[in-house]
């Protein structure tokens, strides 16, 4: 039986062999087709790539050929261009850089008078617009000093009981002055000067707490960053309390009814400051004693105009961070808390600033000038003075077609003649502007000095 099975498979493998050569040699014949395919796809892309770089070659030389034209082209033309340019020189008689400098000054007089009617008409909108911008814009005051006074207004001298104290003060590397410094806000300055140290601050409320906190560690002994921010607080706190009660005392002095806390306190504050070395809170108690005593002898009422004189400088207790007018602030401050047009208006005057329309705002100006012009109420360096006025006149006469400049009001107004046939109004106009930056970029002044330009035509004929 194994015999029979045996010979019967023999046939079968054989069948199998011839079929496997068989779906061998049709797989080998397709290969062969398709590579014969393949070849002829490749043959025919390389003849399109043998066109395209003949043609990319014809291009290549067409260009060349172009580039060569226009390099001839450009010198022709720049030869042109040079004879153009001669004869144009010979028949104006000006060179290339001639003209241009001509042509450029025109530009720049041209921009300039396109700029100036710009800001004209900028202004104009800005003035529309005033009224309803300014009650959106809470404005604060600085007091600029000249540096002579700065350096005599702002700093504190503090006695030590000791030598040994500085030391105390000082702390190990530093620590208890950085500290200090760091808390107050104010400079301490410890130089050789036996028994002394310097406070330095701009700000005088500042100042005296720190003056205060100094105090208390120096009695106390105990130096130290913890017990300085400690004591500080108390001094702040302490501070409050004096510019209240010297603001209560100030309505007291001037008898007058109540008045906001918050110009109450203010007021206070303003007796740690001093204009041009005068107290300003004793200076607005004069001044409300004299404008008192005035409107007595014309018959105004007194209460009214007293108020209006103690509050003229209130504006110089908000913060001098922003300089500005202080009247005009001062004015919005006391209407912000409730004081009448009346009072509010002779404040926003007393400098001519606004023209005064009022009996109390005239007093109150009148009032103002003589508590701070009498002798011995203010002081200042002459030469700084003169210095100051002598550098305004310097810069506005610095300026084309300027006849003559006028310091008026010590300082705080520059009126400049112009010579109106070298200058017109759009050219006046440019001056006042160049002059008032100017003058905020070289000096250093109390509040604000106006720019007044001035160009008068006059036409005269005789009838006989």
Known sequence: MTIATEAGSGPVMLVAGLVLALALGLVLA???LMLRQRRAELDRREERLAAELRRLHLQEDEFASRSAELVVAQAE???LETGQRQALERAAGLTARQARAELIGELEADARREAAVTVRELERQARAEGELRAREIIAVSVQRLAAEQTAESVTTVF????EDMKGRVIG????????FETVTGVNLIVDDTPGVVQLSCFDPVRREAARLTLEVLV????IQPARIEEVHERSRAEIERLCLRAGEDALLAVHLDEMAPELVRALGTLRYRTSYGQNVLGHLVESAQLAGMMAAELGVHQGLVRRAALLHDIGKALSHEVAGSHAAVGAEFARRHGESPEVVHAIEAHHGEVEPGTVEAVLVQAADAC???RPGARRES?????RRLERLEEIALGHDGVSKVFAMQAGREVRVMVQPEVVDDLRAQVIAREVARQVREELTYPGQIRITVVRESRATEFAR
């Open 219 to 222: 009695g106390d002994g105990r």
């Open 159 to 162: 006695r030590l009981p000791n």
């Open 371 to 373: 508590s701070g012009g």
């Open 172 to 179: 190990r590397e530093g620590r208890n002055i950085r500290a």
């Open 77 to 79: 033309l720049r030869e």
């Open 382 to 386: 002459v030469e700084t003075y003169v």
């Open 30 to 32: 397709a290969g062969w």
